[in-house]
T-cell receptor
Framework: GQNIDQPTEMTATEGAIVQINCTYQTSGFNGLFWYQQHAGEAPTFLSY??LDGLEEKGRFSSFLSRSKGYSYLLLKELQMKDSASYLC??????????WGAGTKLIIKP | IAGITQAPTSQILAAGRRMTLRCTQD?????MYWYRQDLGLGLRLIHYSNTAGTTGKGEVPDGYSVSRANTDDFPLTLASAVPSQTSVYFC?????????????FGPGTRLTVL
């Protein structure tokens, strides 16, 4: 089967750095997405990786290793508004997105 | 309209009733998607459409049907609702077919089937 694994919940302190990991086993690979979802709201796009390496976008960075089936989302200088769920999704060989259950990130002052 | 809208926002429905969830986008995106989101599970694709006039089945299509008569609208119909269809339903759209492009999500419809 196909699956995406992420930690269910993480806690971090305002101003700190947090890394959210995602491992995947899918039928083929055509890219990996990270989305942010605040409670009661719709997911919004954060990043897309299709090649190995680090993609940096402001306070957020996303890393991909295709050989290891692994990605992480790095959030720096955490702010209270970063409290949300972070969803990892992989586009498989059939060009269908397989979604992880999401990681709920709790930011404490 | 700006972006993608869904209606209704929430609904309580008796089992066995027919229900259509509406989705409209004004971005002229080719692809549209319907997902359901349940606690502890990832988003699961119900149906999709790569372009107007075509539709396809996703991971969990049973009990649902869709149509894509034009670019903007992509309604989802539950022919005879059952309690297991209680969920939050998200409609999404993307510029390119095949899921390779960013997907933009509507605000969701919270459906409770009793």
């Amino acid at each position: 089967g196909q699956n995406i694994d992420q930690p269910t919940e993480m806690t971090a302190t305002e101003g700190a750095i947090v890394q959210i990991n995602c491992t995947y086993q899918t039928s083929g690979f055509n890219g990996l997405f990270w989305y942010q979802q605040h409670a009661g709201e719709a997911p919004t796009f954060l990043s897309y990786n299709v090649l190995d390496g680090l993609e940096e976008k402001g306070r957020f960075s996303s890393f991909l290793s295709r050989s290891k089936g692994y990605s992480y989302l790095l959030l720096k200088e955490l702010q209270m508004k970063d409290s949300a769920s972070y969803l990892c999704a992989v586009l498989n060989s059939n060009y269908q997105l397989i979604w992880g259950a999401g990681t709920k990130l709790i930011i404490k002052p | 309209i700006a972006g993608i809208t869904q209606a209704p926002t929430s609904q309580i429905l008796a089992a066995g009733r027919r229900m259509t969830l509406r989705c409209t986008q004004d971005m002229r995106h080719n692809a549209m998607y319907w997902y359901r989101q349940d606690l502890g599970l990832g988003l699961r694709l119900i149906h999709y459409s790569n372009t107007a006039g075509t539709t396809g089945k996703g991971e969990v299509p049973d009990g649902y049907s869709v149509s894509r008569a034009n670019t903007d609208d992509f309604p989802l119909t539950l022919a005879s609702a059952v309690p297991s269809q209680t969920s939050v339903y998200f409609c999404a759209s993307g510029r390119l077919a095949g899921g390779t492009d960013t997907q933009y999500f509507g605000p969701g419809t919270r459906l409770t089937v009793l």
